[in-house]
């Protein structure tokens, strides 16, 4: 049997409860290297420009949005 400190035992609002322990294995992000080099390959040739990014249909085949790029820019730390 564990033992689970009160402290790490919250109450939803219908009233059940859920631990707040972290989950096995969770820890920080990386990017990939594919995504790397397309993520370089569009701020090669758009800048800072988002919304320029996101309406390339050749570099950005997936159609990615400029908030889901903006994402995926600051966790690539490009």
């Known amino acids: 049997m564990h033992c689970i400190e009160l402290g790490k035992i919250a109450v939803t609002a219908k009233g059940t409860t ?9 820890g920080p992000r990386h990017t990939s290297e594919g995504e790397r080099r ?3 390959r569009l701020v090669a040739k758009h800048g800072n420009d988002v ?3 996101a309406r390339d249909r050749k570099l950005n085949p997936e159609q990615r949005t400029p908030g ?3 994402r995926a820019l600051a966790l690539a730390g490009c």
């Not at 859920?18 to 969770?26: I, Q, Y």
């Open 68 to 70: 889901q790029l903006r």
């Open 38 to 40: 397309y993520l370089e």
């Open 18 to 26: 859920t631990l707040a322990l972290p989950l096995s294995g969770a």
């Open 51 to 53: 919304g320029a990014m």
